[in-house]
């Protein structure tokens, strides 16, 4: 790698040939502010102008975000002229800016909140000026979009369009009337959106911030008719503490289960034992498949995303599709029919709420085929993200931090490391090839790790030779790099037995309902991979590694459903999918 010299401040110091300055800067010491550059979006303008610095020699402030460094160049990055340029455009994009920050969502981690405090900015000096009439959109189950917050930074539409191969907003109309909007000035429940819920983690404010369903929470903990179960997701115990000023990827799995039992949960529960169960029906699927020549690859459900996703884009492939529902949905039927018989309790009773990482599970809660009790009765009623959790605690009073660390209750509670890495890309493959495996060869197989599938990589490829089989395997996350391992499976190129398919990129772990950390933090801290190794550390620590091996997972099927596969579990645990028409 070829180094150029180059002074930042009057401080020598060196930076990598083609790196820009903003990341120069970075490695002395030095965060220059950003609004519209994110390291992880390709289509990068500079439109903000936050980031400008001074060059000697250049008659005009240059923007650090995309301008590279070269050999003998003087940057200044805090001058006074640099400083009142800043200041200007943080003040202009106030202008049109609502500002009811004090019962804003993003109040404590809006990102143009922090840099007007940085720059001294306020109503009293920033230029007068009216807000624009936009269209605002509740439509969708998932996400609400306020224009009035909107600073068209177009960090939602390269991430909608570039990571996730979507696209569904775009730039509508110009100059003082551009505002971001789907096509038509369509509504986003019209559209082709998938629910990922990526334009919420990458905006800047909160003119994207997921639906509120906190309130319906709180109703069903207040009905003393209801019997109001939780279970969490993997990923929330791993991002969580951020909430609460904790380092990214710190494990609150303890206090989270004592947080959400002063909530007033009648029950708490875990997730990952459903992910669990999943693998023990998806397992025996797959091999199904492979002995009796099914559709092959078998591509994951667990993402609904994804699953919206196939549906929309590539509905040729919805046979590939495993049946299983998602741990989540398994959870939720299990609640009302295992858990319901087990405790004497009407499933119209109970209240089964989810916490999840992700932004789609509002939307997959809606789906057609999700009733396991019949009569209507939803598999799940509600789910927040880990973010909404967050709130729920902070306004209740309990001091997070101070809490003791608590276990799940037993009920559904108990979980094998195979479950617990289920939120990181991976994950998922990893726990049915230590269950598959292990099936096909009849022995305990050592080590238990599949390392070559772990990481943060989009597309990942291994090969198995199993009991005489050759298992073709391949992990993907972000739906835009789904679509290229179809294409490329369409085409013949490539030959898969078993895809894992994220929708989010790095896996639940940076699902869209996940805390929101400011660009200086995305741009120079891997978050996808800190996250993920508490779910591996997390499973590194079970005595217990491999789906099979839960006996809450054995005694379920001993006393209610029989075995993987069986009809009773294919009524349960199992569900359906359909094209979906692509408007726009």
Known sequence: MNMVNLKINNVPCQAPEGSTILEAAHEVGIT?????????????????????????????????????????????????????????????????????????????????????????VDKSNAFEGVLPERQDDDSAPHLVKDSSKCIICRRCISTCAENQGVGVINVVERGFNTHIACAFEGKLADSTCIGCGQCITVCPTAALVERDDTEKVWAALDDPTRHVVVQTAPSVRAALGEEFGLPIGTNVQGKMVAALRRLGFDGVFDTDFAADMTIMEE??????????????????????????????????????????????????????????????????????VSVMPCTAKKFEIGRPDQSAAGDGIPDVDVAITTRELARMIHRSGLRFLDLPDEDFDPAMGQATGAGHIFGATGGVMEAALRTAVETLT??????????????????????????????????????????????????????????EVMACPGGCVNGGGQPIQPAPVRNFTDIRALRAKALYDQDEASVLRRSHENPLVQQVYAEFLGEPGSEKAHHILHTSYAPRPRLF
């Open 32 to 120: 220059i502010p950003t609004l519209c550059y994110l390291k992880e979006i390709k289509r990068v303008n500079g439109a903000c102008r936050v980031c400008v610095v001074e060059v000697k020699g250049a008659k005009n402030l240059l923007p650090a975000c995309v301008y590279p460094v070269s050999e003998g160049m003087e940057v200044f990055t805090n001058t006074k002229r640099v400083q009142n340029a800043r200041k200007m455009n943080l003040e202009l994009i106030l202008s049109i800016h609502n500002q009811d920050c004090m019962s804003c969502v993003r109040n404590g981690d809006c990102e143009l909140l922090r840099l007007c405090k940085q720059y001294g």
């Open 283 to 352: 397992a025996h699927e797959f091999l199904e498949r492979v002995k009796n020549g099914g559709k092959l690859p078998l591509i994951t459900s667990c993402s609904p995303g994804w699953v919206k996703y196939c549906e929309t884009f590539h509905p040729d492939f919805i046979p590939n599709l495993s049946s299983c529902k998602s741990p989540q949905q398994m959870f939720g039927a299990l609640s009302k029919t295992y858990y319901a018989e087990k405790m004497g309790l009407d499933p119209r009773n109970i209240y089964c």
């Open 442 to 499: 009849g022995e305990k197989v050592e080590p238990v790790e599949f390392t070559q599938v772990r990481g943060t990589d989009a597309i990942k490829k291994a090969e198995y030779q199993v009991a005489g089989l050759t298992l073709r395997v391949c992990v993907v996350s972000g739906t835009a790099n789904a679509g290229k391992v179809l294409e490329m499976v369409r085409r013949g190129e490539k030959q898969y037995d078993m895809i």
